[in-house]
Each structure stands twice: as structure tokens, then as C-alpha cells.
């Protein structure tokens, strides 16, 4: 007797995209009640939370297969731009939220025919994405799960972030005066940055950033009055409890699942190692993670996620 249903092997697809396709992962799962369309964090991340730029985490591959086995299919997507996406645009730097949010109900207009419920996972910058293409939901969309997503406008947090470097005080005042430019919708001159910055600041990227930090998270969440999962680690330095917070707030019926010692990539901190969930792959996900979404998408009172499904029997043997 199986002890979980069986899926499909992880196979490319594509999907029309601006200028040449879109490209994601799939996993089938057959009968699936559900289907998850994974959306990538910022930069260069790939389908399966990697890029080259030093992140190794397997995070959302991990995620893709933990789903499978409890009965969910996914589509785990390359942003247009980049890596299977690379011919979806010229260049990935020409980008906007909105596009991206347009690339996600379009994935999930795809995701549709897997399940018949269909749900994005955003994950940090891809959250805010998540949100964004909630404004006009596709009609088989059935909610967000938020992964580790800003609730503040992202000039806050990435001011935050960099207020923890060893010695702030050399670039704090360059920053914030940077950023207020890029807010304000002004680009700044290279020589106009610190060398130290030029790298988070490169002229290609600043039309992106200036779009990037236009939106408020929580403001856009308040308009979403759908089904919600927000997700949070404890141990997460780079959004925090407090941005979670904020999203519940905004979205009073939504749940909160908080994972205790997770770091942003929603893997358990290793003790004298701060970097560990970031560079090594073979790191199991948190084990609160799947257990989590499952038991949620088990527990909703219109869910079409039956009580004799698979993924909810583990769920509540689990629980």
C-alpha cells in the first residue's frame, strides 16, 4: 500500500511570455485538489531558491517535493529574465512588479489545470508579488501563502538590514539620502554613491528599485480579502516578526504560522553558523513548514481540500 499518492517527476513547461516564454518546474500530482504556483525572492533566484551570487538553499525545490508528497502539485517559476525565463525579456532589469504579478496570474491560469484550487507562494520580494497579482485575481485562485514577506515598504527594511553591518555609521546617511532619491521616483549618479553601495545600486537596477520601493506591502494587503497563510521565522534577519505583524493587521482573517529559530530561507538556524541556511543545500526545510500549509489548506471551511485526501489524513496524524 502507497503511503503517499503518487506524483510525477519534476518536468519543465512553458508558458508565452513578452518577448519569448516563460519557463517553471512542474510537479503533477494525480487527483490533486490543489496546486501551488512558487514565486521566486529578488535577484537572480532561481526556480529552486539558487542563484549564482553565493545563495544555495534548495529551498523551494524542497518545498515543490514536500507538497507532492502530501498530495499538491506545484509550479515553481523562473522570473522573466532569467535562467529558463532568460528569453521571456531582454533585459531582466526591465522589470516592474506589475509585470511580474502578470507572469503569476498567468502561471496560475496554467496551475488550473493541475487542481482545481490554486494558490501562490511568494516568497520575500516574491510576496509582494504574490499580493500584487491578487488585485485582480484569476478566477481559480484560491489564496497567498506569504513566505517571509515584507510588510513595510522596502526602503524601511532595506535600512534596516544594513543598520546591522559592523560600522552603520559610515553609510547610514549616504542611504537613506539614496534611498529618499529612489522613493522619490530620482535616480542617483554613480559617482554620486559610495563605492561600498555601488553594488546594491547600479544604474541598470534603479528603475527597479524606484518601482520596488513605490509599494506598501500591507497597504495592498489590506485590499486582499481572500483566503491567506503568513509565514514567519523568528531567526529571519532580513524581514522580520514585526513585518508579519503588519501583514496580519492589514489582513485581519488571515492565519499566521510562525516558525520557530527559521531564517529567511524557512530552514532552522545553525548555532554558530549564521550563514549555513543560506549556503547549504542539503539543509531540511523547517519541520513546521509543510505540516503548516497542509493543516491549513486542510482546515478551511470552504476547502476543497476533503477530509479523505491524503495530504489532510497525514496532516492530522501529524498534528
Given amino acids: 500500500m502507497l503511503l503517499f499518492p503518487a506524483f510525477a517527476l519534476a518536468e519543465p513547461v512553458r508558458i508565452p511570455g513578452p518577448e519569448g516564454p ?20 529578488s535577484g537572480p533566484t532561481d526556480r529552486d531558491g539558487n542563484s549564482g551570487q553565493g545563495l544555495a538553499t534548495n529551498t523551494y525545490r ?25 528569453q521571456a525579456i531582454a533585459d531582466p532589469n526591465d522589470v516592474t512588479i506589475s509585470a511580474y504579478a502578470q507572469d503569476a496570474r498567468n502561471w496560475v491560469d496554467f496551475a488550473s489545470t493541475l487542481a482545481p484550487c490554486v494558490w501562490i507562494a511568494g516568497h520575500s520580494e516574491g510576496g ?16 497567498l501563502i506569504l513566505l517571509a514577506t515584507p510588510g513595510r515598504p ?51 537596477v534603479q528603475d527597479y528599485l524606484i518601482d520596488l520601493l513605490s509599494h506598501d506591502p500591507a497597504g495592498i494587503a489590506s485590499g486582499w480579502r481572500g483566503h491567506a497563510l503568513i509565514v514567519q521565522g523568528d531567526a529571519d534577519l532580513q524581514v522580520r ?41 542539503t539543509l531540511s526545510l523547517h519541520d513546521g513548514l509543510l505540516r503548516g500549509i497542509v493543516q491549513f489548506l486542510c482546515d478551511l471551511p470552504d476547502s476543497r481540500c476533503l477530509q479523505s485526501a491524503p495530504s489532510c489524513r497525514r496532516a492530522s496524524s501529524d498534528s
Avoid at 516563460?22 to 487527483?31: N, P, S
Avoid at 518545498?63 to 525565463?85: H, N, P, Q, T, V
Avoid at 534596516?160 to 555609521?169: I, K, M, R, V
Wanted: a negative charge; one cysteine or more.
Fill in 128 to 143: 509582494l508579488v504574490a499580493l500584487f497579482a491578487a488585485q485582480d485575481a484569476p478566477e481559480a485562485l484560491c489564496g
Fill in 22 to 41: 516563460l519557463e517553471a518546474e512542474m510537479i503533477a500530482v494525480e487527483g490533486a485538489l490543489h496546486a501551488v504556483v512558487i514565486i521566486p525572492g
Fill in 154 to 204: 522596502l526602503g524601511q527594511l532595506l535600512i534596516e538590514q544594513l543598520e546591522g553591518n559592523p560600522h552603520p555609521d559610515l553609510i547610514m546617511a549616504d542611504l537613506r539620502a539614496i534611498v529618499t532619491d529612489l522613493e522619490s521616483g530620482n535616480r542617483r549618479e554613480t559617482k554620486a554613491i559610495p563605492p561600498i553601495l555601488r553594488p546594491l545600486f547600479r544604474a541598470e
Fill in 241 to 281: 516578526p514585526l513585518d508579519a505583524d503588519l501583514l496580519v493587521r492589514a489582513m485581519p482573517h488571515a492565519r499566521r504560522l510562525d516558525l520557530s529559530q527559521a531564517t529567511h530561507t524557512l530552514k532552522v538556524f545553525v548555532e554558530g553558523n549564521p550563514l549555513a541556511t543560506y549556503r547549504d543545500p
Fill in 62 to 86: 524542497l518545498l515543490a517535493e514536500g507538497l507532492a508528497e502530501a498530495g499538491i502539485a506545484s509550479l515553481r517559476i523562473d522570473k522573466r529574465g532569467f535562467y529558463g525565463s532568460a
